[in-house]
């Protein structure tokens, strides 16, 4: 397996612009997580998926972003508008069942999201 | 205070030292994992663990549950150990498979 993938690896934007990060996460996993990580705040939780629903949203900052999984393998996040506080570098990652003893998480490369 | 508190911040280490990092939480806790970055970005999980002691060729991850602790141990340190290593927590609160992260233990491995 490939691992999980994300796209673009790099985004540098003007503020006030629509950023669509993408991911596809590893085939089988029934969950799925977008982190952000800034050298502030190290790696905060956004969001994640459980078999495509969301579960906890509580980690999204604010209404300027949105995340949606609409299939097993595909999933965005989006921020419109995106602002400079932005910043940041974006990790989606994705697991098997939660008590599973396998249930370890697989992070992608992430996206480096530079908003000007 | 944060819920997870990693030390030290920042380690210099000469190459073949022993190193060893900590991690302490204050929240019931499923799982503990231990994640390396390397420079580039990348995150990779190198041990998940709710009891006991786990290794991986270098690597030695303990946990205390009762003292809520855990370390991570590297024997014979190499240079490309070299990298930030970040403990997280699973809580056992409610149905959640969020991970609570440290702020990460900077690790440079000097030849």
């Known amino acids: 397996d490939a691992g999980v993938i994300q796209s673009p690896r790099h985004e540098v934007t003007e503020m006030g612009q629509e950023v669509t990060l993408r991911c596809k996460p590893i085939?089988?996993?029934?969950?799925l997580f977008w982190y952000r990580q800034t050298m502030m705040r190290g790696l905060e939780l956004l969001i994640y998926?459980?078999?495509?629903?969301?579960?906890?949203d509580s980690g999204m900052p604010e209404d300027r972003f949105s995340a949606k999984m609409p299939n097993a393998s595909f999933s965005t996040l989006k921020i419109q508008p995106s602002e400079p506080r932005d910043s940041a570098v974006y990790f989606c990652?994705?697991?098997?069942?939660?008590?599973?003893?396998?249930?370890?998480?697989?992070f992608g490369p992430g996206t480096r999201l530079t908003v000007t | 205070k944060n819920e997870v508190e990693q030390s030290p911040q920042n380690l210099t280490a000469q190459e073949g030292e022993f190193i060893t990092i900590n991690c302490s939480y204050s929240v019931g806790i499923s799982a503990l994992h231990w994640l390396q970055q390397h420079p580039g970005g990348g995150i990779v999980s190198l041990f998940m663990?709710?009891?006991g002691k786990k290794k991986h060729g270098r690597l030695i991850a303990t946990i205390n549950i009762q003292e809520k602790h855990s370390s991570l141990h590297i024997t014979a340190s190499h240079p490309r150990d070299s990298a930030v290593y970040i403990c997280a927590v699973r809580s056992n609160g409610g149905a959640t498979n969020k991970l609570i992260f440290g702020t990460g233990t900077l690790l440079a491995v000097q030849p």
């Open positions: 663990l709710s009891s």
């Open positions: 085939s089988g996993h029934d969950y």
């Open positions: 998926f459980n078999n495509n629903v969301p579960i906890d």
């Open positions: 990652a994705s697991s098997v069942a939660l008590r599973a003893v396998s249930s370890e998480q697989y």
